[in-house]
């Protein structure tokens, strides 16, 4: 198992232009959490999907801040325009089961410079 | 990931010690929580969870505290090692929602 998969690795990108992050999620997990980290904010949910579906987006900071999930294997999240306080690393985390295994990705660090 | 913030709070403890590591959690109805382990480039990675109904819970090395009348969490790491360093987050929640605390930092010194 390959666990999940985030890219890209890194980002870096000038403001205004719009950033796409992408999320791979362990095959047969049901649910699919979007989390940014900051020094000054710590660890934020942004969103999350279950089958799917948006359940929860009270987490997205703005209307600029845009997320779906079209299949079971895929989930993007998009920033259009993109602000220098969007500079964060951004994680893809899923869950197999209800309470069991939250798996974290790797983290896409995004610089909009 | 860049998981240092201005105000964590740092845990120096010398190899070979125990360390203790504490949470309070502010929601009173979360049933299920979880401590997270993340090193500086990486995702936070599960360590051991503990659910309402249960006061501790043993791990290898760890062990899990948890006190519902406080609403506190302590994660306790035995014979701490160099490669314990590391910033260490609790994590609630009583729906699907996991909501992360602003983490400790674990420096092991030799």
């Known amino acids: 198992d390959a666990g999940v998969i985030q890219s890209p690795r890194h980002e870096v990108t000038e403001m205004g232009q719009e950033v796409t992050l992408r999320c791979k999620p362990i095959?047969?997990?049901?649910?699919l959490f979007w989390y940014r980290q900051t020094m000054m904010r710590g660890l934020e949910l942004l969103i999350y999907?279950?089958?799917?579906?948006?359940?929860?987006d009270s987490g997205m900071p703005e209307d600029r801040f845009s997320a779906k999930m079209p299949n079971a294997s895929f989930s993007t999240l998009k920033i259009q325009p993109s602000e220098p306080r969007d500079s964060a690393v951004y994680f893809c985390?899923?869950?197999?089961?209800?309470?069991?295994?939250?798996?974290f990705g790797s983290g896409t660090r995004l610089t909009v410079v | 990931g860049e998981s240092v913030g201005l105000h964590l709070p740092t845990l120096s403890v010398q190899e070979g010690d125990n360390s203790i590591i504490n949470c309070a959690y502010s929601?009173?109805?979360?049933?299920?929580f979880i401590w997270y382990k993340q090193e500086s480039g990486k995702g936070p990675q599960f360590i051991i969870d503990?659910?309402?109904?249960?006061d501790k819970r043993q791990g290898q090395r760890v062990t899990v505290l948890l006190n519902k009348t406080v609403k506190h969490l302590s994660l306790q790491i035995a014979a701490t090692q160099p490669g314990d360093s590391a910033v260490y987050f609790c994590?609630?929640?009583?729906?699907?929602?996991?909501?992360f605390g602003t983490g400790t930092r674990l420096q092991v010194f030799p």
């Open positions: 929601n009173s109805a979360s049933d299920y």
């Open positions: 994590a609630e929640t009583d729906t699907d929602k996991l909501i």
């Open positions: 999907f279950n089958n799917n579906v948006p359940i929860d």
């Open positions: 095959s047969g997990h049901n649910s």
């Open positions: 503990i659910r309402s109904n249960m």
């Open positions: 985390a899923t869950l197999g089961a209800p309470n069991y295994g939250y798996t």
